[in-house]
């Protein structure tokens, strides 16, 4: 009995991978998230008089199985790249907005007027000379 379940999980098995042989089968970052989202989603359904976390939930799970069953390899790859490159810059804008939360009673954040780099002095200096590190610009600042 347990021969014959052990051969047609094998077959089974055998006939995804023939299915998935020249297609981009891969649960990357951009799926995971997607997936993490419509599963919110879902859940956000439960207490909705509505149905359309249901059907956001539905078009994200759709996206999932082309992006998937997808046989354009590369731009789904391009994608994730893409995507990834995308959560970084946003991962760093943010950490810099954390760190100036912290440095906000010893520093003072402002712009450079040339090339609009984000520079910092400590507080209560009064009248300083600034040089900027990117363009080199000097200007005066009151801190």
């Known amino acids: ?3 014959i379940w052990l051969e ?3 077959r089974w098995n055998a ?6 042989v020249g297609r981009y089968a891969r649960m990357d970052q951009l799926n995971n998230t997607l997936m993490k989202i419509s599963l919110i989603l879902l ?4 207490f ?3 149905s359309i976390a249901f059907w956001l939930a539905v078009v994200l799970l759709i996206w999932i199985n082309y992006r998937f069953f997808s046989k354009r390899i590369y731009p789904r790859s391009n994608e994730n790249t893409r995507y990834v490159a995308n959560m970084q810059q946003l991962k760093k804008k943010f950490n810099n907005i954390k760190q100036r939360v912290y440095a906000r009673k ?3 954040f402002f712009k450079c007027p040339n090339c609009k780099q984000q ?3 400590p507080k209560g200096k009064g009248k300083i000379k600034v040089n900027c590190s990117t363009c080199k610009e000097q200007f ?3 801190v």
């Open 15 to 20: 006939k995804i991978q023939k299915l998935l």
């Open 8 to 10: 047609r999980l094998l």
């Open 119 to 121: 520079l910092r002095a």
């Open 106 to 108: 010893t520093y003072t």
């Open 43 to 46: 859940l956000l359904n439960l």
């Open 140 to 142: 005066t600042k009151t």
């Open 1 to 3: 009995m347990g021969q």
């Open 48 to 50: 909705l008089p509505t």
